[in-house]
């Protein structure tokens, strides 16, 4: 998680006049900010998922949803047993 020790390693450069103009981040916190910024990213997306689903009535195809069996080899996936698809 991100936190002090992100906020603690941000180093500024600054112009003449002593006005912060960029942000230098070890790389090690600036993967953790990633990371972090993408979990909550991914978060989101599923709670908005699930509400959708749950305005629906729990039909993943009112929601919006595509089947699996429509689209995956468009994604480049060869057909797969029902026992390997995804569970949403």
Do not use: C, H
């Amino acid at each position: 998680m991100v936190g002090n020790e992100t906020i603690k390693s941000l180093r500024y450069i600054v112009d003449e006049q002593g006005r912060r103009t960029a942000v230098l981040l070890d790389i090690r916190e600036w993967e953790l900010l990633l990371n972090w910024i993408e979990t909550v990213t991914d978060r989101k997306i599923a709670v908005e998922a699930l509400e959708e689903l749950q305005k629906s009535g729990g039909r993943p195809q009112q929601a919006g949803w595509l089947a699996w069996d429509n689209i995956s080899e468009e994604w480049g996936e060869k057909k797969k047993t029902k026992a390997s698809k995804p569970q949403l």
